[in-house]
């Protein structure tokens, strides 16, 4: 009997890994697909937006909050959350396949993990000499008006303590409106040609950088923010906004071992709900 159990238990085991290699096999895939390199970047006014195949999660604890939806990418939005612990370490992004929306068979996405060693510098655009050359050089651009200048509302910050997910979803949304920003080399540029602009010449930890700029004041004592960001590429950002230690910017991992990590973590391994109940 213990030797049939024994037997039972690494026949569970095997398939458990099975199980798992392929669905870290069909993420990577998916992942691989949606986050193909893009072609050479061409400053053209009609350059066509990506869109995503999925809905974009913040996994916290076993609930999905909605941060992006599926369809074209809008790389001039952004989903703010307040009351985020200090201790926190690592977030997990999940996905929901444009066929399954209305269910919650959430795959793995990728994961930020905020070790301050893994983060970035966000960008000083003051510093930018060639980003400059062209803006000045294209569009007759000496200088930028602010996110908020350009956004038709106020932005608004999910905190789970006080407020609903959708609160936490902000876009830089002009208003229609032909009033101009500034006139350069005998034209007139609009609040929207002035974020295509933008869209077109800036990189995304530039474009990231600049919205930032936005929210110079720090939080509350003792509090901490986070800001996401998807960029036309699929990539998804975070920016760490401690009250004490200023920002950090962090690119969400997407590859096979984040996946892995994603799975082990039990938020998306269906395989261990299966064996839950064989072992029952």
């Not at 569009?139 to 959708?166: C, I, K, Q, V």
């Not at 979803?169 to 920003?181: E, F, L, Q, T, V």
């Not at 919205?211 to 760490?240: C, N, S």
Request: hydrophobic share 40%.
């Amino acid at each position: 009997m213990a030797d049939q159990q024994g037997n039972s238990g690494e026949e569970l085991s095997a398939w458990a890994r099975r199980m798992q290699e392929r669905w870290v096999g069909e993420a990577k895939s998916f992942v691989a697909r949606v986050l193909r390199a893009p072609r050479g970047r061409q400053v053209t006014e009609d350059r066509r937006r990506r869109t995503m195949p999925c809905q974009l999660f913040l996994t916290m604890g076993w609930n999905s909050v909605p941060m992006f939806p599926s369809g074209g990418v809008d790389c001039f939005s952004f989903f703010q959350r307040g009351g985020v612990s200090a201790s926190h370490d690592v977030e997990y992004l999940a996905r929901l396949n444009e066929e399954d929306e209305g269910s919650e068979e959430f795959q793995p996405y990728g994961l930020f993990r905020l070790d301050p060693k893994r983060a970035e510098a966000l960008p000083n655009l003051e510093t930018r000499a060639e980003l400059w050359e062209r803006l000045t050089g294209r569009y007759g651009l000496s200088g930028l008006p602010s996110a908020e200048a350009l956004a038709s509302h106020g932005f608004t910050t999910y905190d789970p303590r006080y407020a609903e997910p959708a609160a936490g979803i902000n876009r830089i949304d002009p208003p229609i409106s032909a009033k101009a920003y500034i006139q350069a080399r005998k034209r007139h540029y609009t609040y929207t040609e002035i974020l295509e602009i933008l869209r077109i010449e800036l990189d995304s930890p530039e474009r990231i950088a600049w919205m930032e700029l936005t929210f110079e004041d720090a939080p509350a004592a003792g509090e901490i923010v986070h800001r996401y960001y998807l960029d036309e590429q699929k990539q998804a950002w975070l920016v760490r906004h401690h009250w004490a230690q200023g920002k950090q910017l962090y690119r969400a991992e997407t590859n096979a071992e984040a996946l892995a990590f994603c799975i082990a973590s039990g938020h998306f391994d269906r395989a261990a709900k299966e064996l839950a109940k064989l072992a029952a």
